[in-house]
């Protein structure tokens, strides 16, 4: 196996145009796992460590963009207060060995159904950078998932940061495991609320092949919450609308039974998962009157 | 692959590493500090805690060759040369948070580091710094007391950041 140690980005893109199948590798957390326990014997190992620009994170174009090698923990220390969804998300994430390792960009190139990030990153309809030697182009992270642990990342792209915009609403972000800390979401989901253009985020975790949005509750919950004029009024949400808004994200689940939990206790997880996300949100968006 | 990185202060060098590798792996077995313990190998039990340039790792998760030129601290290097023991090794053996003592050398790791950041942590805090590391013996109350003991014991953060206290040295 060969190890490649870039210093520089375009090192990096150059060197992942000479071989695509080399196996990119950040903090290690996946990666690692796979190569310890045999899974793996990737030709080309390319450590992207050693290319400081990706550990850095700034505003671009009223934009957060966030590299692809800021860890968990500077994340939550660093943006926290910017990006509360996602910071959610980070918190839970392993422990503080793992959240010190791992990063959003190997979260997403991993690309696992059960990534924490990718709810709150759906939710607040976040924007994936991606380069390779042929040029750079940037990708809806709704896009982002092609199936399970597979993106639509090139063979010869690479992950090079996560564009996010400041919210203009409350984010909240919940997740199902059978204990707080090291533990893989049985369900996860991620909400945010957008009352500059009255849009509703959302991202289901761990309950179909990829993570992916609830459309459907995202419509019918925006277009209530216009219909009774309640992004203005702030008033509170109608009985019934955070079961049905919790309904509605379950019919967008397409779960399974596994390990970790059955299909159908991933759906009613889901259904709860909303309907209280939903109502910590619409609390916070009253309190910020 | 040669891997030279500097270990508990000393430039050391390993020679026929394959990249693949884990530095806990090079730790144990190249450089033969077997203190960072093998159990998991996949992040989830913290026995192979150490430091990576001062930021607290899973070592079973960091690739060998990402360790070229970098600073490693591992529970060897916390205390001076033996019988001599850092404040916080000290507090788990006072406290009986030592049984079988497997997990003991990554919780002494994570401790450090958690006492390093907060010198006066809550059992909340304490739970949450140490949610990575799994003991199987004591049911952990032994530990948090033992956490608790090196907080009050040692306000000095020179001490807790891992350099001993003219004083503490045999």
Redesign the interface.
């Known amino acids: 196996?060969?190890?490649h140690?870039p210093r520089s980005w375009s090192e990096a893109v150059a060197t992942k145009a000479a071989h695509p199948d080399a196996v990119a590798?950040q903090?290690?957390?996946d990666?690692?796992?796979e190569?310890?326990?045999d899974h793996r014997?990737?030709d080309h190992?390319l450590?992207l460590?050693g290319v400081a620009e990706l550990a850095e994170w700034s505003s671009d174009d009223g934009r957060l963009r966030i590299g692809a090698g800021v860890t968990y923990t500077r994340l939550i220390a660093e943006l926290g207060h910017r990006l509360p969804g996602l910071a959610m998300a980070a918190r839970t994430v392993?422990?503080?060995?793992?959240r010190?390792?791992g990063t959003v960009g190997g979260n997403l190139g991993t690309a696992s159904p059960a990534g924490d990030c990718h709810p709150a990153l759906l939710a607040a309809h976040a924007g994936v950078e991606v380069e390779s030697v042929r040029g750079a182009r940037e990708i809806a992270v709704e896009s982002f998932f092609a199936g399970v642990k597979r993106s639509a990342l090139a063979p010869d792209e690479l992950i090079k940061a996560v564009f996010l915009r400041p919210p203009t609403g409350p984010q909240q972000f919940a997740k199902i495991g059978t204990r707080?800390?090291?533990v893989i979401s049985v369900a996860a989901f991620g909400i945010a609320l957008h009352p500059d253009d009255q849009h509703v985020g959302t991202g289901i975790g761990s309950a179909a092949p990829t993570p992916r949005r609830a459309v459907g509750a995202e419509t019918v919950l925006a277009g209530e919450l216009a219909a009774a004029d309640l992004w203005t009024s702030r008033g509170d949400l109608p009985a019934g609308l955070a079961e049905r808004f919790g309904e509605l994200v379950a019919q967008s689940g397409d779960p399974i039974d596994d390990v970790r939990g059955t299909a159908a206790y991933r759906l009613h997880a889901l259904r709860v998962l909303a309907r209280r996300t939903l109502a910590w949100a619409w609390a916070d968006y009253q309190r910020a009157a | 692959m040669r891997v030279t990185c500097s270990v508990n202060g000393e430039q050391r060098h390993a020679d026929d590493v394959w990249p693949g590798e884990s530095l806990l792996y090079v730790l144990r077995e190249r450089l033969g500090l077997p203190g960072s313990k093998n159990a998991c190998e996949q992040g989830e039990c913290g026995s192979c805690s150490v430091f990576l340039d001062g930021v607290l790792v899973c070592s079973c998760l960091v690739a060998a060759g990402q360790v070229e030129g970098r600073d490693v601290r591992t529970v060897e290097g916390l205390a001076g040369p033996a019988p001599d023991l850092h404040p916080v090794q000290r507090a788990f053996l006072d406290a009986g948070a030592v049984q079988c003592g497997f997990c003991t050398p990554g919780l002494v790791v994570a401790t450090v580091d958690l006492l390093a950041r907060d010198p006066d942590p809550t059992d909340a805090e304490i739970r949450e710094a140490l949610a990575g590391n799994v003991c199987r013996c004591t049911g952990y109350e032994a530990i948090l007391a033992a956490v608790h003991l090196a907080a009050a014991r040692h306000h000095d953060d020179a001490s807790l950041a891992g350099e001993p206290a003219a004083g503490e040295r045999a």
């Open positions: 196996m060969d190890f140690r590798i903090g290690g957390t990666v690692m796992v190569l310890n326990f014997r990737p190992l450590d460590t392993g422990s503080p060995q793992i010190n390792r707080n800390a090291m």
